[in-house]
């Protein structure tokens, strides 16, 4: 079904450039013929699509092996780690990974006792919860991803009965697409554990290093998803570098003044969706130093803050700010910086996986400090696939 979608997707990217090149040319019925084609294989493409959605959302909430299966695929995978080898977790394995659902669910994992077997990360060092908000596509086996997205729509033509009878109606506007394009990326993480690892159950020291790697893997992710890998030149798009395959932003920008103040909120939630209705499913990235200047805001009486904020008490870096009679989710993401909030819908961003993620183990690299480097490497993309799906709001000017 993959394939099929995939044939599909490429052939209404060829046919959307027909169209455009007709339009362009002034061949009318060029055009037509190419947008009624696109309009019978958008209704195939949204069918394989509710049937791909249905086989990945079965495949995402399906249990994780148990029993001796599990035991199986645990000694299998250590005795390769200890001989040198790279072990290979499927896209399906990190698309779990991706979405909170790291789990060895044998129910008799052997805890270490008496000696740590990784390294402690500072305080509230958590991994971005946008990572598990985006969308995450299997591309393997693809050189690229185009999702072709609409940026207007068609807009049709009225008139008075008694000047228009008998006369050539008036020409409607015609819709504009964009195509957004996912390519490869090359991720690699590294991240330590202590040697002494060794001494747990094959079981244990399985669920440890697939637990790392894929944290390590999240947390990489959690910058790319905001600031893309270089924005002069990307590869992997952020939403604050998304780009078309026309050089154009996917994103929208709100100017936001020289520091937060009682309006920000406000600019930000007025500037997503459309003239005629809110965006739906938006939230707020920011940074702590960020949210704490909202928390800081006050009116009138120098006690009373404007702005409510109620952090998750199950989550230590997501929450609501409630404003008025509007109550915006946050999250908070360190890579968006000082100078930025963002708002809008994640899953307007797509995260594509072009085969599956390897690590491997070194135990040259820190042999000194007695520790284990964990090294895993995987192809990624990223970017937007809805015209504006975003909004980047600047703070004093910021790029």
């Not at 040319?25 to 013929?33: P, R």
């Not at 060895?104 to 270490?112: L, N, R, S």
């Not at 870096?317 to 890579?335: H, Q």
């Amino acid at each position: 079904m993959k394939k099929k979608l995939y044939d599909l997707m490429n052939r209404r990217t060829a046919l959307i450039q027909q169209a455009e090149d007709a339009l362009n040319a002034n061949n009318h019925s060029g055009y037509q013929s190419a947008m009624e084609q696109i309009t019978n294989l958008n209704q195939e493409i949204t069918d394989i699509q509710a049937l791909i959605a249905e086989q990945d959302r079965q495949m995402l909430n399906a249990p994780a092996p148990t029993g001796s299966e599990a035991e199986d695929i645990a000694h299998e995978r250590v005795s390769a780690l200890m001989r040198g080898d790279e072990v290979t977790f499927t896209v399906n394995e990190v698309r779990r990974a991706l979405h909170n659902q790291v789990t060895v669910a044998t129910g008799t994992i052997v805890q270490p006792t008496g000696v740590g077997t990784d390294i402690r990360d500072p305080l509230g060092n958590v991994v971005p919860s946008i990572v598990d908000r985006v969308r995450t596509l299997d591309l393997t086996g693809l050189g690229s991803w185009q999702e072709p997205y609409v940026i207007t729509e068609l807009d049709a033509k009225g008139g008075k009965v008694e000047t228009t009878a008998g006369t050539a109606r008036p020409t409607s506007t015609d819709p504009t697409f964009g195509v957004a394009e996912i390519k490869p990326y090359e991720l690699t993480v590294t991240t330590f554990v202590d040697r002494n690892i060794a001494r747990l159950s094959p079981t244990a020291y399985y669920e440890k290093i697939q637990g790392m790697a894929m944290r390590a893997m999240r947390r990489s992710l959690g910058g790319l998803i905001v600031t893309g890998d270089d924005p002069s030149t990307p590869v992997f798009y952020g939403i604050t570098t998304a780009k078309n395959k026309a050089g154009a932003n996917i994103f929208a920008e709100a100017e936001l003044g020289a520091a937060v103040d009682v309006n920000t909120l406000d600019a930000l939630y007025f500037a997503y969706g459309s003239d005629e209705a809110m965006g739906a499913g938006a939230r707020l990235l920011l940074t702590k130093p960020t949210l704490k200047a909202l928390g800081a805001l006050r009116g009138t009486n120098e006690k009373q803050r404007l702005l409510e904020i109620t952090p998750d008490p199950t989550n230590p870096n997501s929450g609501t700010i409630r404003d008025g009679g509007v109550i915006l989710p946050y999250d908070l993401v360190k890579a968006v910086g000082n100078d930025k909030i963002l708002y809008g819908d994640p899953t307007n961003f797509e995260v594509g996986l072009f085969g599956d993620y390897t690590i491997r183990l070194d135990e040259s690299v820190k042999a000194v400090e007695r520790m284990v480097t964990i090294l895993g490497d995987a192809f990624v993309g990223g970017n937007l696939v809805v015209d504006k799906g975003f909004v980047v709001g600047k703070i004093g000017g910021g790029d």
